[in-house]
């Protein structure tokens, strides 16, 4: 995590602009920007390059600077931390990822009915037989091990035909204000940067996604 001053200039980098691409960047600019002299904003940026939070590339008319992956993350953690202060009723957790496609299994489970009346009582709606698979990015995979720590709601096995099905946990969530769940199975093929999530209707066309396309996922603290 950054120190305050840091955060501070990465903040004031973005608010350049920088968020759409390289920006020009000179230290006695900078150090306007955020009261301090050239040679403190120039410690600044080099302490974020050491952080691997910016990138900078040298050119004739001066440095060019870019908000790595690392530094975007930065950038979101503390966005949500103000959202959660200023924002009451908001959802308390947010994962972001990108659809990608899953093993196909999310679709025959999803049609058995022991297991669609048990969604039915705990989530309020029968899945669609599918899931939606989100990788999610970095920043998300820690707050996704923070959610072990809420109540999950358990989804019972059963045997039918002298098969047994594996019991499941899911966790009520929204996505763009359609009611979902995420779902975690007993025994799971996918790592832990990968989630499943149901809904009552098929995500995919309804909001016009295509593998690779971001997904945000909103979680409450009900």
């Known amino acids: 995590m950054l120190i305050p001053e840091d955060l501070q200039c990465l903040k004031a980098i973005a608010l350049m602009g920088n968020a759409r691409g390289p920006v020009w960047v000179s230290s006695q600019v900078l150090g306007g920007t955020l009261g301090a ?30 908000i790595t992956k690392e530094g975007e993350e930065e950038l979101r953690r503390e966005y949500a931390e103000y959202r959660r202060i200023f ?55 820690r707050v996704r091990r923070e959610l072990d720590r809420h109540e999950w709601v358990p989804i019972a096995g059963f045997v039918a035909d002298g098969r047994t099905f594996g019991s499941a946990k899911c966790l ?20 832990e940067d990968v989630i499943e999530v149901v809904s009552p209707i098929e995500l995919r066309p309804r909001l016009g996604l295509a593998d690779m396309d971001q997904v945000t996922v909103e979680i409450s603290d009900d």
Not at 38 to 66: F, M, N, V
Not at 102 to 112: A, H, I, P, S, V
Not at 179 to 184: D, K, L, N, Y
């Open 37 to 66: 002299s050239p040679q403190t904003a120039s410690r600044r940026l080099q302490s974020l390059e050491r952080q691997h939070c910016i990138a900078r590339t040298a050119k004739p008319d001066g440095q060019y600077i870019t």
């Open 172 to 191: 009520p969530c929204r996505i763009a204000d359609i009611p979902c769940g995420i779902v975690v199975p007993g025994r799971t093929h996918y790592p």
């Open 87 to 141: 924002e009451r009723g908001s959802p308390r957790y947010r994962l972001t990822g990108h659809v990608v496609t899953g093993l196909g299994e999310g679709r025959y489970y999803m049609g058995l009915p022991p297991y669609r009346q048990q969604f039915l009582e705990h989530l309020g709606f029968e899945p669609y037989p599918g899931t939606l698979n989100l990788r999610l990015d970095a920043q998300s995979i």
